[in-house]
């Protein structure tokens, strides 16, 4: 074999190589981009909305509780949105009164529809397990609840059909070119788990030893992290809808 044909066959492997890593590149942007972009429905478009978002201090509720609710408040023809971030702290440390405000001011709000991201596998099932152990002298409940828009679910079921891990709402934002700006907190980023097994607990701590300052310090953070989720779930709503 010449120098001259093995160096081109020798090129022609390569170069199938490189078409066959373009290929499955390909086909990773396509799947990736199926369960990042999703559209909504007509009847799942809403010009006035509430979104929810919750955090605590353990996965399991028989365990855990409610340190904080974020609340989201849209209305697109008046052009109008507020969020509110309520905390244990500022219930006296009452997770029953805490989980009330939050669907009373939501309520009063009289959304068409509540926009959540895993609010059917997590948020609204953990704040429904909770007051069933915390068992309110008075009925709680969220209106809207019934029209649910979960823009997870789409996106977890097209990740499965692909046999791919489920998207987090930073990396589905990621996909649209919106970037999450993330929340530090003693010097490094703050994620869920540290949030619940770091910060959640001497958040509590804190509130049963009335320490105001660790209180104070710590409801900034809290406040921040929960206002970028927030941020993100009606972000995310308003390009599924395809208004921004």
């Known amino acids: 074999m010449t120098a001259s ?21 390909s086909v990773l942007y396509t799947m990736e981009n199926s369960i990042f972009h999703q559209t909504l429905g007509p ?37 109008e949105q507020s969020i509110d971030v309520l ?4 219930a006296m440390g009452d997770e029953e009164t805490l989980i ?23 948020d609204l099932n953990y704040l429904s397990e909770r007051l069933a152990i915390l068992e309110p002298t008075q009925q709680v409940g969220l209106q809207c609840e019934d ?6 679910v789409p996106r977890k079921e097209k990740a499965d059909e692909q046999g791919v891990k489920w998207p987090s709402l930073e990396e589905v934002l990621e ?6 700006q993330p929340t530090h907190w003693r010097g490094e980023q703050l994620t869920n788990t540290r949030f619940g097994e770091e910060l959640a607990p001497e958040y ?13 310090e710590l409801e900034t953070v809290i406040h921040e992290y929960v206002m970028g989720d927030i941020e993100a779930n009606i972000a995310l709503y308003e390009i599924d809808a395809g208004r921004q």
């Open 5 to 25: 044909l093995r160096l081109h066959i020798e090129f022609n492997t390569y170069r199938k190589k490189v078409d066959s890593l373009m290929i499955s590149l």
């Open 43 to 79: 009847d799942e478009i809403a010009t006035r909305y509430a979104s929810i978002d919750i955090e605590c201090n353990s996965l399991d509720p028989t365990s855990g509780r409610t340190v904080t609710i974020g609340i989201g408040l849209k209305d697109t023809v008046a052009g």
């Open 147 to 152: 029209n649910h828009i979960d823009l997870f």
């Open 175 to 180: 996909g649209h070119g919106l970037a999450v």
């Open 87 to 90: 905390m244990l702290g500022g």
């Open 204 to 216: 509590l701590r804190a509130i049963e030893e009335d320490r105001a300052a660790t209180i104070d």
């Open 100 to 122: 009330r405000r939050a669907f009373e001011r939501i309520n009063e709000f009289d959304p068409s529809a509540l926009v959540s991201f895993n609010g059917r596998g997590f």
